[in-house]
């Protein structure tokens, strides 16, 4: 039966024959102003085709076969379904009672429970059986738990576990690919990422999903690290956010994967009585980039989270001018580098002071902006060189970049002493030495 939740007016434009259900309903009830709307519609298509005339927007077939239908309108995304058999029946089949809500004639009405949840923010699913309906749905409960601030009871998290098993032990069962990719993406850039994490954790779902990090659990690091690897990664991705709020999603799978490595490359060094980890930078990063690539995440954001894994290690030089040129070296990386290094000790014990003064020294260096294309053209080059088009004209124009960035060349006219320079010295290592008598 259902139950009267709230009286709420619903502010958006809802169609004929269309009933608002589900996440926005919550979120208006918490507080928050949602983007993504829920429909149950007699008519699917139809109420899809009478939003569109009046939101405008794109509109997509997402299961022509169920009838679910998409409509893209600026910011907002309205999905419709078939409302099948009654409302109570609809609800029922939903996935946890805060998302089994509709709203009618300006009240909101829940399963019994839904409004004691929404009061204690608390997940509790519909029906246990209902989570094995979508297998997605445990791990979004996971990434709403995490983004929304929700509670998982105990029994909650037992049916998340219990349903973890089940994927693991039946993996034709996995949900696609590509809806894992935008859970795992929107919880990552939910402010309140390491805790969903530890969530996957405790409940099994992290081996279902990245399975290459659970062997990070547990495992002993020692000397500057006071914490087991998975700890670790966890503080790292909470530094980063407490230093960086906005950091998007590629710095974010850097934080999560920068150790991955370690797993692989553990070798204990009885010169130093404990383990060493050489080289998992750079194994870590060809494990990112298989993972996210299987998990289908754009390939600028793979390359860009793996080339962070790759250089998160480096240490920036002292002194202005070499600074600048390890960071114009790595420009493509910033200010993401950086930020992750910091994070980094931030998580360690003994160089954890390193990361303020390690922030200030890349702010201060970068005051001015590093330079974006040479002072001088290839043309320019070609001619102040006597050069011919080839490979030797990318080398000074790369050559008189680097210059600009560390600051030794300000004027078209220092870059052309600079190259003549670079060619003079260039032509002096070329030239062999005189042979002189024995």
Do not use: C
């Amino acid at each position: 039966m259902l139950r009267l939740i709230a009286h709420r007016d619903f502010p958006f434009y809802t169609p004929k024959g269309a009933i608002p259900v589900g996440g926005a309903l919550r979120d208006l009830l918490l507080g928050k102003r949602p983007l993504d709307l829920d429909f149950a519609a007699w008519d699917p298509e139809k109420a899809a085709e009478e939003a569109k005339a009046r939101y405008g927007g794109t509109l997509f077939p997402l299961d022509p076969e169920r009838g679910h239908y998409r409509l893209v309108a600026g910011a907002l995304t309205l999905d419709f379904t078939p409302l099948e058999g009654s409302p109570e029946e609809d609800l029922l089949r939903r996935d946890y009672r805060v998302n089994a809500l509709l709203w009618l004639k300006g009240r909101v009405f829940g399963l019994p429970g839904a409004k004691e949840d929404l009061g204690k923010r608390l997940l509790v699913p519909v029906r246990e059986e209902n989570l094995y309906a979508d297998p997605l749905r445990s791990l979004r409960g996971v990434r709403l738990a995490a983004t929304l601030g929700l509670g998982l009871p105990p029994e909650t998290r037992r049916a998340l576990a219990r349903h973890a098993r089940f994927l693991q032990e039946n993996p034709s069962a996995l949900p696609a690919r590509e809806r894992v990719r935008e859970e795992l993406a929107k919880l990552l850039l939910g402010k309140r990422a390491p805790f969903g994490l530890r969530l996957l954790e405790r409940t099994g779902l992290l081996g279902v999903y990245l399975p290459e990090l659970t062997h990070l659990v547990g495992l002993h690091q020692g000397g500057v690290h006071h914490l087991p690897a998975w700890e670790h990664t966890l503080s790292v991705l909470f530094h980063l956010l407490w230093l960086w709020p906005e950091a998007p999603l590629e710095a974010r799978l850097a934080a999560l994967y920068h150790d991955a490595g370690k797993p692989l490359t553990r070798r204990y060094d009885p010169e130093v009585g404990r383990y060493r980890f050489f080289g998992h930078a750079e194994v870590g990063a060809e494990m990112a980039k298989a993972a996210l690539f299987w998990l289908r995440f754009p390939k600028e954001v793979v390359e860009k989270a793996a080339h962070l894994v790759r250089r998160h290690m480096d240490r920036p030089p002292e002194g202005t001018k070499a600074l600048r040129r390890f960071y114009f070296k790595r420009r493509d990386l910033l200010p993401a580098l950086p930020y992750l290094m910091a994070a980094d000790r931030l998580a360690a014990k003994g160089v954890e002071a390193e990361a303020w003064p390690l922030l200030e020294a890349f702010r201060e260096a970068l005051k001015a902006p590093l330079p974006q294309e040479p002072l001088l053209s290839g043309e320019e080059v070609m001619a102040l060189l006597g050069l011919r088009p080839g490979p030797l004209v990318g080398e000074a124009l790369k050559a008189l970049l680097e210059a600009q960035a560390e600051g030794s060349v300000a004027s078209r006219e220092e870059a052309r002493r600079f190259l003549l320079y670079w060619r003079d010295g260039r032509t002096a290592q070329a030239t062999p030495a005189p042979d002189h008598p024995g």
